[in-house]
């Protein structure tokens, strides 16, 4: 228990850590936001259903925006203590399966994994979707081991919280079945098969009477179209069968080398070996939930990051587990921790103190580190702007933005929103001129503001058309050495 104890300090402290180190990113903005808005409106409670999206992330975030002054903390800290609940599920998991030195080496592994530290340090909903998947998994363990109905029930809400998240729980639903592979089935079979049978009915029952939830949003419909922006049909797969397969799996196989990273991948691969005789249909039913999702995804998406698979990468900790047991019997477990912790701590620390030196993966730099999709400055802009306001109350702002929808305007919406007397609202995709609501806002006596990024800003002479250039927040260099920056400009 001590050291588990240290292992939850350590998560803990890699998750919380200079929190800002990665700027908000896109579809954190959008989720703040929906949040607080989701939380001033009762009757918008379902409101991310209007961009196909469930909203339990979002209605867990909205009590945190009472606990923390900075909402964007807020929305990060649900992901973060989502982390710490798949870390505990990690290690109540292999305990079962494999015992306690396999259970603590996964906890360790995936404490320190930077593909764990990096997602669950954001306001995005897919470290809780990792959470409920592997409870999913455990509980449906136990209900497979026990054949008690209460474990049954406790699957089913795991299963539904994790429907209620993102659309990929559905993947926890088919797989219940697998874990019949560990069923000790006695005395007659087919009367423990129906009872099993009737309590994954159970499961079901209660996982979708969650879900059905959100009929009670007008916008329910929208979930599945827009689930259709993400993925191909089975028609157009099966006239390009390889295509976007191939591609995504060579993504997926980059994503785990750099960020699980390679040293895990090798003891998962390890830990799938040994001992094979013995505990096949363990392996077997971990193996399933990772390929399993991974290779629909990699064979029918078309988006995607290496957030999309981050809930089908518990599992692997868990082998990581049983193979780093199997090593530190021949190296000494000292020697073991040294050689798995030395890449990812490497990487973390670069992600916490520099993450523009991080060896991320060039999608994943560019979206949170370098594009408009990365929010450098807006905290600065932010804090800037309320203090403009604070040496003059009586002064009205208003604020345009590039977008309408994301980064701008949503990542300064959740910081000035609530402040009577600013008004920040989109502009346009591409700033060709200043808009005609910014300039009759300053003939109406406001003080105007202009946020937008270098590479969308396209006004020629700005100082003759009265914008004043107030402070430039350079984002990481692009691999051609070029800089997009997020830029303040005052109308005059």
Do not use: C
């Not at 419909?221 to 191909?232: E, P, Q, T």
């Not at 895990?264 to 392996?283: E, P, Q, R, Y």
């Not at 949170?368 to 604070?390: F, H, P």
């Not at 003059?392 to 009577?420: A, C, K, M, R, W």
């Amino acid at each position: 228990m001590l050291i588990l104890g240290a292992i939850l300090l350590l998560a803990l402290f890699l998750r919380t850590y200079n929190l800002f180190s990665i700027p908000i990113f896109a579809d954190e903005a959008i989720y703040v936001r929906w949040s607080q808005v989701m939380r001033a409106v009762a009757s918008l409670r379902f409101l991310p259903l209007s961009d196909g999206k469930q909203p339990l992330f979002m209605w867990v975030t909205i009590p945190f925006l009472k606990i923390f002054s900075d909402p964007m903390i807020a929305g990060r800290a649900v992901s973060i203590l989502s982390g710490i609940g798949t870390l505990v599920g990690i290690f109540l998991l292999t305990d079962k399966l494999f015992g306690k030195k396999p259970a603590l080496f996964a906890s360790l592994l995936y404490a320190v994994s930077p593909f764990t530290v990096f997602f669950d340090r954001m306001a995005l909903v897919d470290s809780m979707l990792a959470m409920f998947g592997i409870w999913s998994l455990y509980l449906g363990i136990l209900t497979s081991l026990t054949l008690r109905l209460d474990y049954a029930m406790l699957t089913g809400f795991a299963l539904g919280g994790a429907y209620l998240t993102k659309s990929p729980g559905i993947f926890f639903l088919g797989l219940l079945p697998s874990t019949i592979l560990v069923t000790n089935i006695k005395g007659e079979k087919w009367k423990t098969g129906i009872k099993l049978v009737g309590l994954w009915m159970v499961a079901w029952v209660i996982a979708l009477a969650l879900y059905n939830i959100l009929r009670l949003g007008p916008e329910f419909h929208m979930l599945g179209l827009r689930n259709k922006d993400y993925v191909y049909t089975v028609s157009e797969i099966l006239k390009h069968p390889l295509d976007p397969l191939m591609p995504h799996v060579g993504d997926i196989k980059t994503w785990l080398w750099v960020l699980l990273p390679g040293t895990t991948l090798f003891a998962a691969t390890l830990g799938s070996i040994v001992d094979l005789k013995k505990n096949w249909n363990k392996k077997l039913l971990l193996l399933a939930w990772v390929l399993g999702p991974l290779l629909v995804e990699a064979a029918l998406a078309k988006v995607f990051t290496a957030r999309y698979v981050l809930f089908t990468t518990t599992p692997l900790f868990i082998l990581a587990g049983l193979g780093s047991a199997y090593l530190s019997k021949r190296f000494k477990v000292p020697a073991t921790v040294g050689i798995l912790l030395l890449v990812p701590i490497s990487i973390n620390y670069f992600l916490l103190t520099n993450p523009e030196k991080a060896p991320l993966p060039r999608n994943e730099r560019a979206g949170y580190l370098e594009e408009w999709t990365s929010g450098t400055g807006i905290r600065e802009i932010a804090k800037y702007i309320k203090s403009e306001k604070d040496k003059n109350p009586n002064q009205n702002i208003v604020v345009g933005t590039e977008g309408f929808f994301g980064t701008l305007p949503d990542g300064l919406q959740i910081y000035l929103s609530d402040i009577p007397g600013i008004v920040v609202r989109g502009v346009g995709i591409t700033i060709t001129e200043v808009d005609s609501s910014l300039t009759d806002a300053k003939k109406a006596g406001n003080r105007v503001f202009l946020v937008v990024n270098s590479t969308r800003f396209k006004i020629l002479n700005p100082e003759e058309k009265g914008l004043k250039l107030v402070s430039k927040y350079p984002k990481a260099q692009r691999p051609n050495g070029t800089r997009e920056a997020l830029m303040l400009w005052e109308l005059e």
